[in-house]
């Protein structure tokens, strides 16, 4: 999780700084940080989703064996 969080931060970091107007400089960094926000919260709720779904695999699996 901590590797893929790091590729996306230093992704929007390169795109960031391509495409990043000095003008601007403060209002892209809120559209870039509102981006990570919305990921984040949708990584939450598909753990929060698929969770119990998982445990219940896991759990039928290690009865199994």
């Given at each position: 999780?901590?590797?893929a969080y790091a590729h996306l931060i230093?992704?929007?970091?390169v795109i960031s700084n391509r495409f990043e107007d000095r003008e601007e400089r403060g209002a892209t960094a809120v559209e870039y940080g509102l981006l990570?926000?919305?990921i984040a919260i949708v990584m939450i709720t598909g753990v929060a989703l698929v969770?119990?779904?998982?445990?219940t695999l896991f759990t039928t699996v290690s009865g199994k064996l």
């Open positions: 999780m901590t590797g230093a992704f929007l970091t990570v926000g919305l969770g119990p779904k998982l445990e």
